[in-house]
């Protein structure tokens, strides 16, 4: 089973995919925490996909379908797979679809989440994280008990580069002129695109999403 998390930053993939893939016992391949991780490592990758994440532009096409072939690649074929923060152009879903043959699988649903962008920006410029910990915040939904210090490991957050206001506009920007496009694209496919509404409490996008993907490919049998 492939199922592609499609969505403006900020709109909630990241947390909303990583439950999904927990409650399900999925694999999930999240490009920017690929990126994010090469740059920590200082690898090669890492290297040359800098300038653009801290710019809000999309690393070029072929060094994200490289990333992902290979992971894929790696990854036990019998669990299911979700790709959040990927495909981002409609030359990485047309990648995708050459790709994912070779590993016997197809993409079976796209979970398509929305919120508005006053919603959006202010959920990315108020998200600060904790290296130490893990936990992310939100300065306007979710705070710390101490302004700027983590809950659990009393040290400073940290505001990802690309989560600054002006660099969130251009990411917003990038969206709707690269991304968005492959609604269409996934509309015009076999996979059934699922709209969710991500302007909601999380455990209810999340439910919504579940609901949606047990009627669209009944994963009854795959719960915990
Ligand atoms: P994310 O964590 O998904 O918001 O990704 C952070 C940044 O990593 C993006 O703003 C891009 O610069 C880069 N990135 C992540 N995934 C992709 C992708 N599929 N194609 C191109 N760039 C990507």
New binding site residues.
Partial sequence: MVVVFLGP?GVG??TQGAMLAEALDWDRL????L??EARRRGTELGRQ?EE??DA??????SL?VAM?RERLEAMPARRGVLF??????LP?AEALDEVLPEVDRKVDAVVLLEAPDEVLHKRISGRRHSPESGRVYNIYFDPPEQEGICDEAGTPLVHRE?DHPDTVTR?LE?YRELTEPLVDFYDASPAPVLRIDGNQEMDEVQASIRQALDEALDLGAKRE
Avoid: N, S
Avoid at 56 to 61: F, M, R
Avoid at 84 to 89: C, E, K
């Fill in positions: 930053p993939k990241g999240a490009t920017g925490d990126l994010r996909a653009y994440m809000g532009e999309l690393v070029p096409d994200i992902v959040d923060g990927f495909p981002r152009t990485q690309d990411r990038v």
